[in-house]
C-alpha cells in the first residue's frame, strides 16, 4: 500500500515539471524579448542616386521573414539598369525614420558596383544587438554596339574647376543636328563672364557613349582626337574651335560637337551717351565718322563690315511730332575687329536747317536711343549683324547693345 502511494506522488511531481519546463519554452518563442519591430524598416523600394526615377529595367525584391518584428533571415534586392558608363551607384533615400534606424553603407554613399553582391543593414538605434540586412544586386544590361546612344547630356563649366569664375556656367543651347557623321551631329553654345579667360577653361561633361575624345579644330581625323576626362583644361580661345567626339563600345559610331564660348556683351562702347559734333549745333546733311569707339570683348571677330541698328527710337524732340532724321547709324571698322581690337560709331543725319517747335526759340536737344543686335554666326566663327532672313544656324547668345544719341539743334517757335 505505501509502495503504490508513493509510485502515484513520483508520477504527479514529475508531469508538473514537465508542463511547467513545456511552458517556459513556448514563452521564449513568442517573445525573443525585443521591443523592435523591424516591420517598419523593410526596404519596399530602392532608389539609385545615378539613375533617374522609374528608369530601371529590372526591380524584384525578396523581403525577410519576421517573427515578432525581428528578422530571421537576409532579404534580397536585384535591379537591372540600362546600359550606362557610371561604374559606382548609391542608395538616394530610404522611407524609415532615421531617428529609429540607420542603414551601412550609409545613403549616398558609392559603394554599390555593378555584379558584385553588397549587403546593406539596418539597425534600430534603440537596440543595436538587432539588425536587419539586404544582400543587394545591381546589373547593368549590356546593349549592342550598333544601338548605343550616343550624345552629350549637359554641358558645364563649374567654379570649383574654374577659378576665374564665381558661379557654375551651364550650356546656353544644345543643338541637335543631322549632318554626316564624322562632321557634326550637333552644336554647343556656352556663355561665359566678361574677363574669363578663354584660353584655360575646363568643362565638365555628361555624355552617353563609351568614350570621348577632343580636338582643338572642327576638322580632323579620328587620330588626332585625344581621350578627355573631366579634369582636363582646355584652350577655347579663337581661332580654337574644341570639337568632342564621342564612341561607341567598338568605334563603329561616333557623334561630334563643336563648342563655341563666348561672353553675353561683346560691343562696349567707351561711353554710353555721346553727344554730336562736339556739343555744337547740327543741322542738314552731315557724316560723323567717329563718334565714339567700342571694343570687343568677345572671343570671336567681329567682320561684318558695317552693324547697322536694328532700331533707333526718340526719345526727346523740340517738336510736336517725332521725325527720325538719322539717315544711318552703324558700327564699322576698315578691318575684322578682333578680340580686344576697337571699332567706331558712324552716324549720318539728314536734320532741317532748323527745328520748329514750341517754346521760346534757341538750342535744344535732339535725343534717341540707337539699338544694336547681334548674333554668332557659327559658319564662319564670326560676330555678325541680325540679318532679316534669320540663319537657323546662328546662335542668338548676345544681349542687344544700347547707346544714347544726343544733337543740339537750333529751334524756331511756331
Keep these: 500500500m505505501y509502495t503504490r502511494f508513493f509510485l502515484i506522488l513520483v508520477f504527479i511531481i514529475t508531469n508538473s515539471v514537465y508542463i511547467s519546463c513545456s511552458s517556459s519554452d513556448d514563452s521564449i518563442v513568442d517573445d525573443p524579448g525585443s521591443s523592435v519591430n523591424f516591420e517598419n524598416a523593410l526596404l519596399k523600394t530602392f532608389p539609385l542616386s545615378e539613375v533617374d526615377p522609374g528608369s530601371e529595367e529590372r526591380f524584384s525584391t525578396e523581403q525577410p521573414t519576421l517573427v515578432n518584428g525581428v528578422p530571421q533571415n537576409k532579404g534580397k534586392i536585384t535591379i537591372q539598369i540600362s546600359y550606362t558608363e557610371v561604374s559606382k551607384f548609391s542608395l538616394k533615400q530610404v522611407e524609415f525614420n532615421s531617428s529609429d534606424f540607420s542603414i551601412s553603407p550609409e545613403v549616398g554613399e558609392p559603394s554599390i558596383i555593378p555584379n558584385q553582391i553588397i549587403t546593406y543593414t539596418i539597425t534600430s538605434t534603440k537596440d543595436s544587438s538587432i539588425s536587419l540586412q539586404y544582400d543587394v544586386l545591381v546589373t547593368i544590361k549590356e546593349v549592342n554596339p550598333g544601338d548605343e546612344m550616343l550624345g552629350i547630356t549637359s554641358f ?3 567654379k570649383d574647376n574654374n577659378s576665374t569664375l564665381d558661379k557654375d556656367i551651364n550650356s546656353f543651347e544644345i543643338r541637335e543636328e543631322n549632318t554626316v557623321p564624322h562632321i557634326r551631329n550637333a552644336r554647343i553654345a556656352i556663355v561665359v563672364p566678361p574677363g574669363t579667360d578663354f584660353s584655360n577653361l575646363t568643362p565638365t561633361i555628361n555624355f552617353k557613349g563609351s568614350s570621348l575624345t577632343y580636338h582643338t579644330d572642327t576638322d580632323g581625323n579620328d587620330s588626332d582626337f585625344k581621350e578627355f576626362t573631366n579634369e582636363t583644361s582646355l584652350d577655347f580661345k579663337y581661332p ?53 569707339e567700342f571694343t570687343n570683348q568677345g572671343n570671336y571677330p567681329i567682320t561684318a563690315s558695317r552693324i547697322n541698328a536694328s532700331e533707333i527710337k526718340i526719345t526727346e524732340t523740340p517738336e510736336v511730332n517725332s521725325v527720325n532724321y538719322y539717315r544711318n547709324i552703324s558700327l564699322r571698322s576698315g578691318k575684322i575687329i578682333h578680340a580686344g581690337k576697337k571699332g567706331r560709331l558712324v552716324v549720318q543725319t539728314n536734320f532741317p536747317a532748323n527745328f520748329v517747335g514750341p517754346g521760346f526759340p534757341g538750342i535744344k536737344e535732339y535725343i534717341v536711343n540707337a539699338k544694336f543686335e547681334t548674333v554668332l554666326n557659327v559658319t564662319n566663327e564670326e560676330i555678325d549683324l541680325l540679318p532679316f532672313s534669320i540663319r537657323s544656324t546662328d546662335f542668338h547668345i548676345y544681349d542687344p547693345v544700347d547707346i544714347e544719341i544726343i544733337a543740339k539743334v537750333f529751334v524756331f517757335e511756331t
Design 156 to 158: 558645364r563649366f563649374l
Design 240 to 292: 580654337n574651335i574644341i570639337t568632342f567626339r564621342i564612341y561607341n563600345s567598338n568605334k563603329s559610331k561616333s557623334y561630334t560637337v563643336p563648342i563655341y564660348v563666348d561672353v553675353k556683351n561683346p560691343i562696349v562702347f567707351d561711353e554710353s551717351r555721346v553727344t554730336l559734333n562736339n556739343g555744337n549745333t547740327v543741322s542738314r546733311d552731315n557724316l560723323f565718322d567717329n563718334v565714339v
